[in-house]
């Protein structure tokens, strides 16, 4: 899967010259925290709710509420984008694009091609778009996980007590075992009726525990 399948492409964005107190509006009238700054078609910074707030008189402040307004729609968004952002091509891998997001600490990447925002994608996609359909989140039936401490043909065990009772799998996935050398699988089938499955690979030794969808 590429950055391209996952990323927004009807990306909102402004020029560098809307003023803070527009851009508000903006991210209020969309729904979004995050605005590209794009001029001449080329993106230029990326400006977000919580810089916008850093930049926004608090209520402590001796102005009122008319010269916090007027000041708020003078000043425009150039002067407080973040210049360098952090971008990634639709053609990286949403693996590469994971990394460069958490080595960054940012919850937002642009999608450029040749200087061009082409689409945006963000932490909500990694985990509804890539993270759901991996894990099963929201699909009916059971999740099974099977740990093993030894070298037993686990996947073929697995796929064997599946298919012998009729059933589908959904998603499958390995996640850090508890024991050194073993491995934990998680398996998601299509029904809620796995009893038999379960005591086919408890008989052969795996220990078998049914997870709470």
Known sequence: MYTKDIM?????????????????RIMEAHKIRRLPVVDRGKLVGLVTERRLE??????????????VSYILAKQTVKGIMEKNVITVTPEM?????????QDHGVGCLPVVEDGHLVGIVT???FFYRVANPTLGIGMPGTRVEIMSK??????????????????????????????VGGKDIVV????EKVDEMV??????????????R
Request: aromatic letters at 4%; a negative charge.
């Open 8 to 24: 927004t492409m009807n990306v909102v964005t402004i020029p560098s010259t809307t003023s803070i107190t527009d851009a508000k």
């Open 199 to 212: 005591k086919d690979l408890q008989a052969k030794g795996y220990e078998v525990v049914v997870r709470r």
């Open 150 to 179: 030894t070298d037993k043909p686990i996947l073929e065990d697995i796929c064997k007590a599946s298919s012998q009772k009729g059933m589908n799998i959904l998603t499958l996935h390995m996640i850090s075992s508890t024991e």
């Open 54 to 67: 850093q930049y926004t008189p608090s209520k402590a402040t001796s102005l009122s509420v008319w010269e």
């Open 93 to 101: 891998t949403v693996e590469e694009a994971v990394a460069t997001a």
């Open 123 to 125: 932490t909500n996609d």
């Open 188 to 191: 998601h089938v299509d029904t």
